[in-house]
């Protein structure tokens, strides 16, 4: 199990964070934050592809095709905490080294959108103050961490609980003859 989890945890962590590496800074660049969110979770829905192939060659080679929700959450599970913690590192070196001034791209990105939404003048005061309690946060790496943990946690949790479902096969009991 030891080596499923550490293989499939290393490359789904090397695809959602080679991808989110190639495009950020394009994203940032550009101001286009919607087409980065749908780049960025298309690509964790890839790697978490991963959940599943581990789960089955558990199940299928080394568990004689038998394999409980609670053991196949568990392998899931263990996968998606390695590649998020891949993904979680990525980003947190190419925002620190590369573009750390994310957060006022993103803040002036989304003040634009509420702008040219027809936001009143009450909506963008508040907006303003969401944003910039946003970019006080985001000095604190910490927060950084856990910000970016949450954007890719619940999507492995989801795929985990999914794969758990659709692979989870109990022992067929013996035939007496």
């Given at each position: 199990m030891k080596k499923i989890v550490i293989v499939n945890g290393l490359i789904g962590g090397a695809i959602v964070a080679s991808v989110m590496l190639a495009t950020m800074g394009m994203f940032c660049q550009s101001g286009n934050f919607e087409a980065g969110m749908i780049v960025g979770y298309s690509t964790m829905i890839v790697a978490f592809s991963l959940v599943f192939v581990g789960i089955k060659n558990y199940r299928d080679k080394y568990n004689n095709g038998v394999i409980s929700f609670g053991k196949?959450?568990?392998i899931g599970i263990l996968i998606t905490l390695i590649a998020s913690t891949i993904y979680v590192i990525a980003w947190m070196i190419d925002f620190?080294?590369?573009i750390p001034d994310f957060g006022e791209?993103?803040?002036a990105a989304m003040l634009a959108k509420?702008?040219?939404g027809g936001a009143s003048e009450a909506?963008?005061?508040?907006?303003?103050a969401d944003m910039a309690s946003f970019l006080e946060?985001?000095?604190n790496p910490v927060a950084v961490?856990?910000?970016?943990?949450?954007?890719i946690l619940p999507v492995g949790l989801l795929i985990t609980i999914v794969s758990s479902l659709i692979l989870k096969r109990k022992a067929k009991p013996a035939v007496n003859q």
């Open positions: 196949a959450f568990t620190h080294f590369f791209k993103y803040a509420a702008k040219a909506e963008m005061v508040k907006q303003t946060m985001y000095k961490a856990l910000f970016t943990y949450l954007e």
